[in-house]
């Protein structure tokens, strides 16, 4: 019996614009009216997580900075290094000068330090390596790059085990790469219709709906045992 969904934000319950589905918040109600507490994940900073949490209605813990930072009931855990994301964008801006323009949020996050996709990826990469135990992931809306030990299924095991869940209880959603230690993390793993290719070949279930229409036909298929049921 699926207990918690867990899901991406950002392509998953939003478009490509940032603006959330008025379906998926809906859908998140309809899962938490049904005793189903709904995780938010994503690699945004956890003030902005906490707040959408919040006023959309979810019980579950939040899992942020892509799995870097958990919070559940009003307190946070912190699951990666701090400060390597920084440095690593301060050499780059030795490098690169105004060409790397940083995200707003960066001064409130823990552990991941997000950068605007403004050079190519690679390059980034080969600076970024230079530095042991930091990674760069591609959201495909920003760099993040933080301590190489966490990823979101880090963060969302540490989550259930915090809220007294177990992994045969939950279900992922999510859209791209870095979702994929999510899913991985969850009994269900699924998809929604504009997800990469490569990650809808590990999906239980792929929505024939794309964005939070998406989300909310897979809240459906939970909600009425079509997946998700012993």
Known sequence: MIKAVATDVDGTITDDNF???????????KLEGNGIKVILCSGNALCILKALSRYIGCTGPTVAENGGVVE??????????????????????????DLIRESWS????????????????????????KFDGVKVIDSGFAYHIL??????GVGLLEAI??????????AGVGDSMTDAELLRAARIRCVVANGDELIKRE??????SAFGKGFAEIAEAILSGKIGSP
């Open 72 to 97: 559940y009931m009003g307190k946070i855990k912190i699951l990666g290094e701090r400060g390597l994301g920084r440095r690593a964008i301060d050499h780059l801006r030795l490098v690169y000068g």
């Open 106 to 129: 960066n001064p409130h996050r823990y552990v991941d330090a997000a950068i605007m996709r403004t050079i190519d990826y690679s390059k980034i990469v080969s600076e970024v390596s």
């Open 147 to 152: 301590d190489r030990k966490v990823d979101k």
């Open 203 to 208: 999906a239980d279930y792929v929505s024939k």
């Open 19 to 29: 603006i959330i589905s008025i379906e998926a918040i809906e859908a998140i109600r």
């Open 161 to 170: 085990r915090w809220a007294g869940i177990n992994k045969e209880e939950v």
